[in-house]
């Protein structure tokens, strides 16, 4: 399966895109999308491991299983307000 | 009233949809870019949004203070792009018949927003140094 | 700015007032008439102070509250006179670079000025008749 | 001794009056311009009871010692905000 990954922010800068088509095993969880990021971009790791990731925009945790289209966000520490 | 802005935040306008004839209290929360953190001053901030998760989460947030606490309405407005010093990033309002519950409420949302919803800024100094802020407060 | 006025208040200028390029929390607090209590409709109110006192009271309540609190700065506007439903009786704004001491310090600063300072408002129903408050709340 | 006592709210309504000139004897303290005020206005003894007073605009107890021209403020139970 294909997932469209959102970067933001450090996430964003450090990859140089604002979007990626990630192919994955199907059931594939964001636990196994991490580790692919980490092995294909390795000045991402420590970023990963301080961020949280979300599915159709909601927190999930690295269990979650994916699904063909799903719209993953890469979401480092927030700083609004 | 929950929005994401690229331009002046309307604090009035965050105050007035948070007042009516029966919440007596209204309070009006400004957030803003400081000018000195120490020795380092800051000649402005660039924040950035995932747009459709961060319009949910506050969405979320209002509905939440309202079935938390005593209040009858919420306004969020959060600025993105770039801010210059000493202007508004982030206005929040509650409205309610009590005061106590519109102060615990506004404490509450800013507090929770810093937390949850996806926004982040990047921090550039007068020094010409620049970057992403991603440490919790 | 610490006032006793007769007319509408201004509360951008109130909150204009604690904002600064040092403080990044500013914090409006509204309190105005509302038009039902329970069953019971409210015309109006009608204020009236001790103006000496009022004033003296509110200015020591800012200097309290920046002494006991992380605040740069109070500003408290109070109306007396007649104020109709809806129309805002007291503004009181705190600027600060902490939003935790901003909210506690606003807190304070409504329930203090409630207890000492010399000012009292009439109650004017819809059905007529009129009373004194004075109870504290 | 002559105070000049200030009246507010009900306390002005009950005694018909916002300013009243009162004859105390030196050394007269709150407590006897209390009970003076009492005995001669009767309708005003349980707002008295209620009430605090202020001299040269700061609350005072029962046992403060007035002087010629203090001025005297009868502040009713306060509802301002």
């Not at chain 1, 580790?35 to 949280?52: G, M, V």
């Not at chain 2, 007596?24 to 800051?42: C, H, I, N, P, Q």
């Not at chain 2, 993105?80 to 509650?94: D, N």
Request: with cysteine; glycine share 6%.
């Amino acid at each position: 399966m294909i997932v469209k990954l959102l970067l933001f922010a450090a996430a964003k800068e450090i990859a140089g895109a604002e979007q990626m088509e990630v192919s994955l095993d199907d059931e594939a969880t964001i636990g196994d999308l991490k580790q692919f990021l980490a092995d294909k971009h390795p000045s991402l790791k420590d970023l990963i491991d301080k961020s949280t990731f979300a599915v159709d925009q909601e927190y999930v945790r690295d269990e979650k299983v994916l699904y063909h289209e799903a719209e993953v966000g890469f979401i480092p520490p927030v700083s609004g307000g | 009233m929950i929005e994401i802005v690229e331009s002046a935040i309307d604090t009035a306008a965050v105050l007035a949809d948070v007042q009516s004839e029966t919440s007596g209290a209204a309070l009006l929360f400004v957030g803003s870019t400081r000018r000195f953190t120490g020795e380092l001053e800051t000649e402005r901030l660039d924040y950035e949004c995932y747009n459709e998760m961060a319009i949910k989460k506050m969405k979320e947030l209002a509905e939440r203070a309202k079935s938390e606490f005593e209040i009858e309405s919420v306004a969020i407005v959060h600025r993105i792009g770039t801010v210059e010093t000493g202007e508004a990033s982030i206005a929040i309002g509650v409205g309610s018949p009590h005061r106590k519950a519109a102060f615990e409420a506004g404490n509450w949302l800013i507090d929770t927003l810093k937390k949850e919803v996806p926004i982040w800024k990047r921090e550039n100094w007068t020094s010409g140094q620049s970057e992403w802020v991603h440490q919790s407060q």
